[in-house]
C-alpha cells in the first residue's frame, strides 16, 4: 500500500503478527524509518523535522528510547495514576456540569471528550492553568487539515511545552513531570543526561498521546454506544461491567488505526510472508484487533465478552506509556456521562456524523448530542 503520507509499506492485519513486528525493535525499526516523501517532495525543511524529533521517544528505538521512558515511566504506573482518580472525576464532574449549564444540543467533543484528557494531562505534566485553555482550543483544531501534509506540519509544530515553559520551571520548581526531568535530568543536575530540547521533545510526546487518543475514544465509544441502546445501558446501570466495556471499546473501536510505520534491518520472515531489508511495514492496530483468531465475531460490539487481548495499545517496547491513565478516564467518564444524561441521543442523523479520516488519530470532528 502507499500510505497517506508517501510510504510504500506492507500493511500486516493479523494479529499475531502484528505483535511479533512491535515487540521486535532491532528488526523492525522505527528511528530508521526515511522521511515522509510528501515532505521531501513539498521542499519542507527535513532538518527541521529532525530537530522536532529530539527527546521524542515515540519515534525513537531502544536503546534511546528505553533511557527515555525509564525516566518517565513511575509516574504512569497503575499505583500512581491510582492517586489521580479524585481528580480525574473532579475533571469529568465540572466538564458534565458545564454540558448541563449549557443545554441542549451541545457538541460532545470540545465540551467533554477533549475537555477529560486534556485537562487531566495537563496537570500530570504541569501545564498552568492560565495556559490549559489555550492548549485546549489548539488542541481543537487538530481536526480537518486540509492534506496529509498539513497534518504533518501540525504534529512538527505542536510545540506546546516549549523552551519558554522549560525556563519559567527552572526558576519555579513544580512537582510534576517536568520539574522532575529538570530537577533530576537537565542540564546542571546531578545526573545533567537531558538537554533542554529533548525534555521539549518528550514532553510535547507526552501532551499530544496522552490526550489525542483518548479524547477520540470517548468520541467514538460514546457513538458506538448510541448506536447500540442495550450495551449502552448496561455501561450506564450496571458498574460490575464497565471495566470489561472499556477493554471492549478499545478493541472495537481501534481510533489508532495503524502505528507507526517499521523498517526492516535485516531479511526475514513474518508469519509467512518474507521481508527484505530495508522494506517498510505499517502495523494495522485495529484490523488486529478484529482478527478472528483473536476473538470471534470481532465486528460485533459487546460489552459483556469475556476479556480478551487487543492491539489498541500496541505491544512491545512502545506499548502505550499513558494506558492505565486512559482506562482510569474511561473507565470513569463513561458510566458519569450516562448516567448524568440518561437521554442521551444524537442531535444530528447518524448520516451527518464529521469523521476524520485525515489525521494520525481516526475519530470525529464533532459530535453533536442531546437529550
Known sequence: MTTAFGHEATYVARYDDVRTLLADSQTFQIGTVPPPPVLAERGYDLEKVARRNAGNLIVMD?????RLRRMVISWFTPRRVERMRPLVVDIIERALDAMEAAGPPVDLLPMFAKT????AICELLGIQESERERFRSRAARVAGPSSPLEELRRLGDAQWITHELIAYRRQHPSDDVIGMLLREHGPGSPADDLTDDEIVGLGNALLVAGHETTTQMLALGTLALLRHPAQLALVRDDPSLVAGAVEELLRYVGVMHGAFVRRAARDTTLGDLSIKEGELLLPALAAAS?????????????????????AAFGHGPHFC??????????REAFPRLLRRFPTLRLAVPESEVDYSDD???????????TW
Not at 531502544?62 to 528505553?66: A, D, F, G, R, S
Not at 477529560?116 to 485537562?119: D, G, L
Not at 489525521?359 to 448530542?369: A, E, K, Q
Open 62 to 66: 531502544p536503546p534511546e528510547h528505553t
Open 116 to 119: 477529560v484528557p486534556v485537562m
Open 359 to 369: 489525521t494520525v488519530v481516526y475519530g470525529l470532528r464533532s459530535l453533536p448530542v
Open 321 to 330: 506509556i499513558g494506558a492505565p491513565l486512559a482506562r482510569l478516564e474511561l
Open 290 to 310: 478484529r482478527d478472528p483468531k483473536l476473538v470471534d465475531d470481532g465486528d460485533r460490539l459487546d460489552v459483556t465478552r469475556p476479556p480478551s487481548s487487543h
